[in-house]
């Protein structure tokens, strides 16, 4: 099984692209985000909802819990190619948030990861006071549509330092406040109380390696975001006839294209 540092510090492809070892994995996530895609044409809105059938999908082949399910054997190289082409889809399920994060924060907490339920993870800070521990979290993804799963940091009152803790954020003890990105991608506020006994103790590395989880996954689904654009500039510039020729042969825009492909 790959690790992640071996990953980053290699690329998240070069390992095996060349050898056809993901390619059935590819075709898999390619086929089941162009469907998703498709299906979706002239429904979407901002902020964008959750793709149910996309994520039963997922479910029913594994790719909800690649990583964080030890049966499917399979590591960053693997669930990479999975962001990767559900992204060039403009997927709308919290597949990095259920896999990569959430479940992963429960497994380093000892607590039992549910099966076939998204799920979302975020940080927030929250004061100890009378058996609870209450805060806010801001921009959780997909907060609305998923179980939640929070890094909190908890401090005592008056006190500035706090321990780190993972704990679950009861839909019956939480207020979520819709929002969203520039893109339209659910980015909610869920103001929390959690019970501190029911908080369980994590060393602080794992606050480092969460922000590494997270900025590695959006940067696999940019490069798969960026691609899918490069894709569609193409093939609308083969298309459109604009003085008689088809938009690629004007070298400004083939001059573009290249700046953009780069």
Sequence with gaps: MTNFDSVLANGVFAASSESGEFDALAELAGDLGRRSFDARIGCRRRPDTFDQQLWDALVASGLDRLTSDADNEAGPAELAVVLYWLARSSAAVPVAETDLLAAWLMQRADIEVPTGTPLTAGRAV?????????????????????????????????????????????????????????????????????????????????????????????????????????????????????????????????????????
């Design 126 to 262: 929250g004061t100890a006071l009378g058996g609870l521990v209450t805060g806010v979290a801001g921009a959780v993804p997909w907060a609305r549509s998923a179980g939640r799963v929070l890094l909190v940091e908890v401090r005592e009152p008056g006190g500035d330092d706090g321990a780190l803790h993972i704990g679950l954020a009861d839909p019956a003890d939480a207020v979520v406040t819709d929002g969203m990105n520039l893109a339209g991608e659910p980015r909610d506020e869920i103001a929390f109380a959690i019970a501190s006994q029911t908080l369980r103790p994590v060393d602080a590395s794992v606050a480092a390696e969460y922000e590494c989880r997270g900025a590695w996954a959006r940067s696999v689904q940019l490069i798969g975001a960026l691609d899918a654009a490069a894709d569609s500039s193409v093939r609308h510039c083969r298309e459109r006839v604009q003085f008689g020729r088809p938009l690629s042969k004007l070298q400004s825009v083939q001059h573009t294209l290249a700046v953009m492909a780069g």
